[in-house]
């Protein structure tokens, strides 16, 4: 069982940045392949960006590339999600996921937990 909690949501200006983090308790985090989706108002779920057990492979929706950075920390039980050129497109509730699979899921489904998400608000 691993229990997932986001923070660093707000309310930013286009261009400007923020950084999310994810903390999660519970056993064995470095098992678990994690990924950061969004979901809009009126809009289904999607993914922004994944990153494999050791950190090694990340991978990112083509809107977020070169923008958005995924990262972690095993010894902190923590991920992150570092955003910079924000958009007022970027604005939605960001949810970060852990998936015990052996790979990089880019699709909802796979993931086994889910944090509450946290609120990114991008004024134009």
């Known amino acids: 069982q691993v229990r997932l909690v986001e923070s660093g949501g707000g309310l930013v200006q286009a261009g400007g940045s923020l950084r999310l983090s994810c903390a999660a308790s519970?056993?064995?985090?470095?098992?678990?392949?994690m990924g950061w989706f969004r979901q809009a108002p009126g809009k289904e779920r999607e993914f922004v960006a994944g990153i494999s057990r050791t950190g090694d492979n990340t991978y990112y929706a083509d809107s977020v590339k070169g923008r958005f950075t995924i990262y972690r920390d095993n010894a902190k039980n923590t991920v992150y999600l570092q955003m910079n050129s924000l958009k007022p497109e970027d604005t939605a509730v960001y949810y970060c996921a852990a998936d015990s699979s052996i790979v990089v899921k880019t699709t909802a489904g796979p993931y086994d937990y889910w944090g509450q998400g946290t609120q990114v608000t991008v004024s134009s």
């Open positions: 519970g056993r064995s985090f470095y098992t678990y392949q």
